[in-house]
Each structure stands twice: as structure tokens, then as C-alpha cells.
């Protein structure tokens, strides 16, 4: 079977290395607006506009631009995803034709789950509380996938062993 487009095994360590401080640290930057004054300065950014547009009215926002920001979110927002990542899409140990079905499957299943999620979401939150929750869905199909798949890989490794 050919497994050219996963990652060695060693980066899955590296991987959960990287994600329990990063989890941590997203989630104290979520819930308390922590700001890092050395990640602050001018961001590039594709469009700059000037917030949330009443009907009608004129959009001064420009695109292409540089403006003042702070680049905390984005550091651990990008810190927590690669991590993910690495768990994710790294080898097992012993890479078969099982574990490829067992990661199809697990794919699969959080793929309903996350959207699932995303019903529901649209269904019962509204506005900024929205927004939240699609911050957090942006990481939920990655923490369902590796929940899933180690659950199955665990499974296999009991049945195997009774």
C-alpha cells in the first residue's frame, strides 16, 4: 500500500508536543483577549474594511493594504491547526491496509460530526456567539478525525490482545 502522502511517524510526536500548550494557550487567548504587545504592529491583510456595514451604506475598506493588528490569534490559531496536522496526517507505527480504512472511516465520520456541528450552530447561535463556534469548528473536524481513529486503533490493539 502506498502511503506517500502521510507524514513520517516522528512528526505525530511532535505533533501532540506542540498541541497540549497550544490548545491551552488558544483557549486562554479566546476566552480572556490576551494580546502578546510583541506580535503587535502593522499586518498585511487582504481587505481592510471598517466592521459590520448597515444596509446601504458606503464601504470605505480598502484591499491589499498594510494595517495596525496584532498577530496573537493568528500565531496560536496557526500553532493549534499544524499541530493538529501533524497528529493527523503522521503514520502509525504499522501502516496497513486496516489502519487506511480505519482512517477512511474516521475521515468519514467526522466529517458528519463537524457538520452536524455546523447545523446546529446555525440553527441555535447567532452573531457574534456564531462566530465563536466557527472558530472552534475550524479545528473540530481535525480533534474528531484523531479521537476516532485512535479509538479504532485502540480497539484493534485490545481485540488483538485478548
Known amino acids: 500500500m ?10 505525530k510526536k511532535i505533533g501532540w508536543w506542540l498541541f497540549f ?4 494557550l488558544g483557549l486562554y487567548v479566546l476566552f480572556t483577549s490576551f ?5 503587535g504592529g502593522k499586518v498585511f491583510t487582504l ?10 451604506e458606503k464601504d470605505t475598506g480598502t484591499f491589499f493594504t498594510w494595517t495596525a ?24 507505527e504499522r501502516e496497513d491496509e486496516f489502519i487506511s480504512q480505519y ?8 466529517t458528519y460530526i463537524n457538520y452536524a456541528v455546523l447545523i446546529f450552530s446555525f440553527i441555535f447561535f447567532f452573531d457574534f456567539e456564531f462566530l465563536y463556534v466557527m472558530i472552534f469548528n475550524m479545528f473540530t473536524i481535525l480533534i474528531f ?17 485478548l
Open 47 to 56: 481587505y481592510a474594511g471598517s466592521g459590520l456595514k448597515i444596509l446601504n
Open 103 to 110: 482512517r477512511l472511516e474516521a475521515l468519514l465520520w467526522a
Open 21 to 24: 500548550p497550544g490548545s491551552i
Open 35 to 39: 494580546e502578546w504587545d510583541m506580535l
Open 145 to 161: 478525525f484523531i479521537a476516532r481513529l485512535n479509538y479504532k486503533l485502540y480497539q484493534e490493539r485490545k481485540g488483538l490482545a
Open 69 to 92: 493588528g496584532n498577530y496573537t490569534n493568528t500565531v496560536v490559531g496557526l500553532w493549534c491547526l499544524i499541530s493538529l496536522m501533524l497528529i493527523a496526517f503522521s503514520k502509525e
Open 2 to 11: 502506498s502511503t506517500k502522502l502521510l507524514l513520517p511517524h516522528q512528526y
